[in-house]
């Protein structure tokens, strides 16, 4: 694991090289210049840096985003939600975690990033223990913490989609063939096998997430 540096008043681009910097929320807010295909956090005030999400996890999400948006525009002119977007960072505290995919619902406007917590946050869990634990525990925890009604977990190796909610104590765990629907998008029906299948088939050496930093 890298130590821990202080970051310099004046923080030039960052990297890999970068992980176990030590930063403000203000200061990593800041950055504007990074090295690309890899995804940066703040947790305890240290940057941490991952490896660029797999070609599966990527290829998932976009099946996810094809399905919304097809839901969209069957919606008769209804905005069934007010946006969806990739790799976009929550804020917990003073930590900032970036989640695979979130959905904005009931602000009746476009949403402020940094400051609109999403009602609904999603993950598709990254290969190794590791990863599969922040995604199943930590985010669980973090995203329901500062507001997120739900999170869903899709998860391509238990072939499932979990879903926890605010306002349940037990998860629902959704199997490989079968569909999930939520109160919060009325009529919207997510298809797990669809997405699923667009996760499979590509070059296992693609499943490369690398924790540079904790």
């Known amino acids: 694991m890298p130590t821990a540096t202080l970051a ?9 090289g970068s992980a176990g910097m030590i930063l403000k929320p203000k200061e990593f807010d800041a950055i504007t210049d990074y090295v690309c295909g890899y995804r940066y956090e703040l947790m305890k005030g240290v ?6 999400p797999s070609v599966a996890q990527v290829s998932a999400n976009e099946e996810l985003n094809y399905q919304l948006r097809e839901f969209a525009a069957r919606s008769g002119g209804r905005n069934p939600f007010d946006a969806t977007l990739p790799e976009q960072y929550i804020r917990i505290g003073k930590e900032l975690r970036q989640a695979d995919r979130v959905l904005w619902l009931g ?4 949403p402020n990033v940094k400051k609109d917590v999403p009602a609904i946050a999603v993950e598709f869990v990254s290969a190794g223990k590791r990863n599969a634990f922040r995604d199943y525990e930590t985010k669980r925890v973090e995203y329901l913490s500062v507001g997120a009604a739900e999170y869903w977990i899709i998860d391509r190796f238990r072939r499932s989609l979990t879903v926890h909610r605010k306002t349940a104590k037990k998860p629902i765990v959704v199997g490989e063939f079968e569909t999930y629907e939520t109160k919060l998008l009325p009529g919207f029906v997510l298809h797990l096998d669809e997405i699923l299948v667009a996760a499979d088939g590509w070059d296992p050496e693609e499943e490369e997430n690398e924790e540079l930093a904790s």
Do not use: A, K, N, T
């Open 8 to 16: 310099s008043p004046r923080i030039g681009r960052i990297g890999p």
């Open 47 to 52: 940057l941490v840096v991952h490896g660029r």
């Open 107 to 110: 602000l009746g406007r476009r």
